[in-house]
C-alpha cells in the first residue's frame, strides 16, 4: 500500500540503520547519524558523499530546521514496498513520524547531485543545456564541481549546484521516485522493527 498520506498529520517512513542503533535508543532514546558511520560505511570514498551530503544538510535545514546537535539526515524509505530490505548486521525501523518534520525529495534526482551534473526543469531545459555546454565546447558539468576545470568556471558551477535545488521538487509523487530524510528516530516514533531474519 502506497503511503501518499500527503493529508495527514503522521506518516509511515521505513528505514535501514546498523543494528548497534538499537543501543542508541536503548541508552539515550533517540538515535543520530554521525560522521564517522559514514565514513565507516564508504570508507576510502567517504568524503565524496560527506561533501554531497553535507550540502544537503544545508539545503535540507532551511526545509525542517535541524536540531543543533545532528550532524546527517536518515534516509528512509515512503512504503514498504520499496524500502531497502533487512540484511545481516542491520535493523529496520518502521516509523510514524509528524508530517512536519519530514523533507521529501526526488531520489531520480539526487542521483544529479550523487554524479555532480545539471538538474533540468524538463525536458526542454535539459535539450538547452546540453546545446549551450556544446556551444561553449564542455563535454559534461561534472568538470565544474570536481575536476580540472572545478577552478575555472564559477558561474557555470554555481548554475550546476543551483540546479540541485529541483531535488526537492517532487513532479511525479509515487512510491519508488520519492524519498524522506528525517533528523532522527526518537523511541516513540518506533512502531515496529524487522530483523534481517524476521519480525519480532
Known amino acids: 500500500m502506497e503511503n501518499l498520506q500527503r493529508n495527514s498529520k503522521k506518516v509511515r517512513l521505513w528505514t535501514r540503520q546498523d543494528i548497534r542503533s538499537l543501543e542508541d535508543i536503548r541508552k539515550n532514546g533517540l538515535h543520530r547519524i554521525k560522521k564517522r558511520y559514514i565514513e565507516e560505511q564508504f570508507q576510502d570514498i567517504a568524503m565524496y558523499y560527506i561533501s554531497l551530503y553535507q550540502w544537503f544538510v544545508d ?5 525542517v530546521p535541524k536540531p543543533e546537535d545532528v550532524e546527517f539526515p536518515i534516509w528512509c524509505s515512503i512504503s514498504e514496498e520499496n ?10 525501523y518502521v516509523l510514524e513520524v509528524d508530517k512536519a518534520e519530514v523533507i521529501y525529495f526526488d531520489g531520480r534526482k539526487w542521483d544529479y547531485v550523487l554524479n555532480h551534473l545539471y538538474i533540468p526543469k524538463d525536458e526542454e531545459d535539459e535539450k538547452d543545456y546540453i546545446k549551450d555546454m556544446e556551444r561553449k565546447g564542455f563535454k559534461n558539468s561534472f568538470s565544474f564541481i570536481e575536476g580540472k576545470y572545478a577552478n575555472f568556471y564559477p558561474l557555470e558551477k554555481k548554475r550546476v549546484m543551483d540546479s540541485w535545488m529541483r531535488v526537492f521538487e517532487i513532479s511525479d509523487w509515487n512510491i519508488f521516485d520519492v524519498q524522506a530524510n528525517i533528523w532522527e528516530i526518537r523511541e516513540d516514533m518506533i512502531k515496529d522493527i524487522l530483523y534481517w ?3 519480532i
Open 59 to 63: 539545503k535540507a535545514s532551511k526545509i
Open 197 to 199: 531474519n524476521g519480525r
Open 83 to 92: 524500502m531497502l530490505k533487512p540484511m545481516e548486521g542491520t535493523v529496520i
